[in-house]
Nanobody, 124 residues
Framework: QLQLVESGGGLVQPGGSLRLSCVVS????????IGWFRQAPGKEREGVSC????????KYEDSVKGRFTISRDNAKNTVYLQMDSLKPEDTGVYYC?????????????????WGQGTQVTVSS
Protein backbone atom coordinates (compact mmCIF):
# COMPACT_ATOMS: atom_id res chain seq x y z
CA GLN A 1 0.00 0.00 0.00
CA LEU A 2 1.37 3.38 -0.99
CA GLN A 3 2.15 5.78 1.84
CA LEU A 4 3.69 9.22 2.00
CA VAL A 5 5.05 10.32 5.36
CA GLU A 6 6.24 13.86 6.02
CA SER A 7 8.59 14.83 8.82
CA GLY A 8 10.84 17.69 9.87
CA GLY A 9 8.30 20.29 10.87
CA GLY A 10 8.45 22.27 14.09
CA LEU A 11 8.61 25.67 15.71
CA VAL A 12 11.28 28.04 14.41
CA GLN A 13 12.02 31.72 14.78
CA PRO A 14 11.77 34.10 11.83
CA GLY A 15 14.90 33.84 9.72
CA GLY A 16 15.45 30.25 10.75
CA SER A 17 15.56 27.07 8.69
CA LEU A 18 13.84 23.70 8.53
CA ARG A 19 14.26 20.69 6.28
CA LEU A 20 11.16 18.69 5.50
CA SER A 21 11.29 15.11 4.25
CA CYS A 22 8.67 13.12 2.39
CA VAL A 23 9.32 9.37 2.41
CA VAL A 24 7.30 7.24 0.00
CA SER A 25 6.77 3.55 0.71
CA UNK A 26 5.00 0.81 -1.21
CA UNK A 27 5.73 2.50 -4.49
CA UNK A 28 8.74 3.38 -6.65
CA UNK A 29 8.76 7.12 -7.14
CA UNK A 30 11.33 7.26 -9.91
CA UNK A 31 8.74 7.96 -12.60
CA UNK A 32 6.52 10.48 -10.83
CA UNK A 33 6.56 14.13 -9.90
CA ILE A 34 6.11 15.14 -6.27
CA GLY A 35 4.90 18.44 -4.89
CA TRP A 36 4.91 20.24 -1.57
CA PHE A 37 1.83 22.12 -0.48
CA ARG A 38 0.86 24.07 2.62
CA GLN A 39 -2.36 25.00 4.31
CA ALA A 40 -2.75 27.83 6.81
CA PRO A 41 -5.75 27.95 9.18
CA GLY A 42 -8.85 29.10 7.34
CA LYS A 43 -7.14 29.03 3.96
CA GLU A 44 -7.08 26.66 1.03
CA ARG A 45 -4.19 24.32 0.39
CA GLU A 46 -1.67 26.03 -1.89
CA GLY A 47 1.24 24.74 -3.93
CA VAL A 48 4.71 25.60 -2.67
CA SER A 49 7.06 23.64 -4.90
CA CYS A 50 7.24 20.71 -7.27
CA UNK A 51 9.96 18.47 -8.67
CA UNK A 52 9.77 16.34 -11.80
CA UNK A 53 10.46 12.61 -11.78
CA UNK A 54 14.09 13.03 -12.81
CA UNK A 55 14.65 16.04 -10.59
CA UNK A 56 15.63 18.06 -13.64
CA UNK A 57 12.72 20.48 -13.39
CA UNK A 58 11.72 22.31 -10.24
CA LYS A 59 9.06 24.94 -9.70
CA TYR A 60 8.36 27.32 -6.84
CA GLU A 61 5.56 29.56 -5.73
CA ASP A 62 6.66 33.20 -6.03
CA SER A 63 6.76 33.92 -2.30
CA VAL A 64 9.28 31.13 -1.61
CA LYS A 65 11.60 31.58 -4.58
CA GLY A 66 15.19 32.05 -3.42
CA ARG A 67 14.36 30.76 0.08
CA PHE A 68 13.13 27.18 -0.46
CA THR A 69 14.88 24.38 -2.32
CA ILE A 70 13.25 21.13 -3.37
CA SER A 71 15.30 18.02 -4.11
CA ARG A 72 14.84 14.28 -4.36
CA ASP A 73 16.79 11.09 -3.78
CA ASN A 74 15.07 8.40 -5.81
CA ALA A 75 17.30 5.70 -4.34
CA LYS A 76 15.79 6.55 -0.95
CA ASN A 77 12.27 7.21 -2.29
CA THR A 78 12.50 10.57 -0.55
CA VAL A 79 11.82 14.19 -1.49
CA TYR A 80 13.13 17.10 0.59
CA LEU A 81 12.15 20.72 1.05
CA GLN A 82 14.90 22.91 2.49
CA MET A 83 13.32 26.06 3.89
CA ASP A 84 15.57 28.98 4.74
CA SER A 85 14.89 32.58 5.83
CA LEU A 86 11.52 31.49 7.16
CA LYS A 87 8.82 34.08 7.70
CA PRO A 88 5.69 34.03 9.90
CA GLU A 89 3.57 33.79 6.73
CA ASP A 90 5.20 30.43 5.98
CA THR A 91 3.31 28.96 8.94
CA GLY A 92 0.97 26.10 8.12
CA VAL A 93 0.64 22.37 7.70
CA TYR A 94 2.93 21.16 4.94
CA TYR A 95 1.88 18.20 2.80
CA CYS A 96 3.64 16.26 0.09
CA UNK A 97 1.68 14.86 -2.79
CA UNK A 98 2.49 12.40 -5.56
CA UNK A 99 1.07 12.68 -9.07
CA UNK A 100 1.21 9.79 -11.52
CA UNK A 101 2.82 12.05 -14.09
CA UNK A 102 6.48 12.69 -14.76
CA UNK A 103 6.16 16.45 -15.02
CA UNK A 104 5.06 18.93 -12.39
CA UNK A 105 1.40 19.84 -12.21
CA UNK A 106 -0.08 22.75 -10.34
CA UNK A 107 -3.56 21.80 -9.23
CA UNK A 108 -4.12 19.81 -6.04
CA UNK A 109 -6.74 17.83 -7.96
CA UNK A 110 -4.03 16.35 -10.15
CA UNK A 111 -2.22 14.76 -7.21
CA UNK A 112 -3.20 11.18 -6.53
CA UNK A 113 -1.66 10.46 -3.13
CA TRP A 114 -1.03 12.61 -0.06
CA GLY A 115 0.78 12.43 3.23
CA GLN A 116 -0.74 13.32 6.58
CA GLY A 117 1.13 16.62 6.87
CA THR A 118 3.67 18.16 9.22
CA GLN A 119 3.17 21.40 11.12
CA VAL A 120 5.52 24.33 10.53
CA THR A 121 5.22 27.31 12.84
CA VAL A 122 7.37 30.41 12.37
CA SER A 123 7.11 32.67 15.37
CA SER A 124 9.25 34.62 17.79
Amino acid sequence: QLQLVESGGGLVQPGGSLRLSCVVSGFTVNYYAIGWFRQAPGKEREGVSCISSSGGITKYEDSVKGRFTISRDNAKNTVYLQMDSLKPEDTGVYYCGLTIQAMCVQSTYEYDYWGQGTQVTVSS
